[in-house]
């Protein structure tokens, strides 16, 4: 088979990009910035919400059943608290996600991988916002 | 087919790109290092805060047994290295924050930012720790 050699296109040639594909933005990763977008906005919002819940979490060192109960059926930990988890999904998700991206030794594992890291997410996620609806709704 | 066997060859004589161990530790990498481990550690120790959760959830007895283990040595240094991880993490956000906006790039703030994130995740570590201890009387 023969090879043909392209010319080295000149500086105006060079712009092989359609329009349309400039217009969208997203690049060769098809995702255009989204994920680290989402990583930062999500990361500010767990900055506040982890400073807001830790405070509150802090005082609950030692506390027995019944104060631990209390403090979740507030809205002033549970509101913070809920918010944080769901905030704290996505940021997990996107982060783990990149590090699979790194380290994966293989399409097949990272496709697992990738799956997997957002089960775990979900499952870990749900888990906790239904044991703080619970006790917020719960007698 | 030749071609392959000189394509392999010269790929075996290419030098490879030089990894961690060649270079020496400067703390603006190893706080790279350390941001993603205390990622990675927060991700699994979410589980931890959806087993508290639903302990609190599920009734006094079995949030007893899991408060228990939480209170014993082992107990009390993984939710110390998860507090840490957290604030670690944060402030490491934060961090990354300044340098999306284009700024501290010269090296001596880059070492400043650096230095800073792990002094300050520890003493607030301890800070939060003493605080909640000393809140109920245990120290």
């Known amino acids: 088979m023969s090879t043909t050699l392209r010319p080295t296109p000149s500086p105006t040639e060079a712009h092989i990009r359609t329009p ?18 989402h990583q930062r906005v999500t990361g500010v919002a767990n900055a506040i919400l982890v400073i807001v819940v830790l405070v509150q979490v802090a005082r609950l060192t030692g506390a027995d059943h019944a104060t631990v109960k209390a ?45 997997l890291n957002t089960f775990f997410v979900i499952l870990v996620g749900f888990a906790c916002v239904y044991a703080v609806a619970k006790i917020s709704f719960g007698a | 087919m030749a071609s392959a ?28 290092i350390l941001h993603r481990i205390t990622g990675a ?13 639903i302990a609190a959830a599920t009734g006094p007895a079995y949030f007893n047994f899991v408060s228990g283990l939480f209170a014993s040595p082992v107990g009390l240094l993984v939710l110390f290295g998860y507090t840490w991880a957290l604030l670690h993490h944060m402030i490491g956000g934060l961090r990354h924050f300044v340098w999306d906006t284009g700024r501290g790039f010269d090296l001596g703030t880059i070492d400043t930012l650096s230095w800073g994130t792990i002094i300050i995740s520890l003493v ?6 003493a605080w909640g201890l000393m809140a109920k009387g245990i120290i």
């Open chain 1, 20 to 37: 349309l594909a400039k217009a969208r933005g997203l690049g060769s990763a098809h995702s255009g910035t989204e994920h680290f977008w």
């Open chain 1, 71 to 115: 403090a979740l059926k507030s809205p002033l930990l549970s509101m913070p608290l809920l918010l944080l988890i769901l905030s704290g999904m996505v940021h997990m998700r996107l982060g783990m996600q990149t590090i699979i991206e790194d380290y994966a030794s293989s399409e097949g594992a990272k496709v697992v991988a990738l799956m």
């Open chain 2, 5 to 32: 066997e000189t394509h392999a060859s010269k790929r075996k004589q290419r030098p490879l790109s030089p990894h961690l161990q060649i270079y020496s530790p400067l703390i603006n990498m190893v706080m790279s």
């Open chain 2, 41 to 53: 550690a927060l991700y699994v120790g979410t589980l931890l805060l959806a087993w508290w959760l």
């Open chain 2, 124 to 129: 607030l570590s301890v800070a939060i720790w």
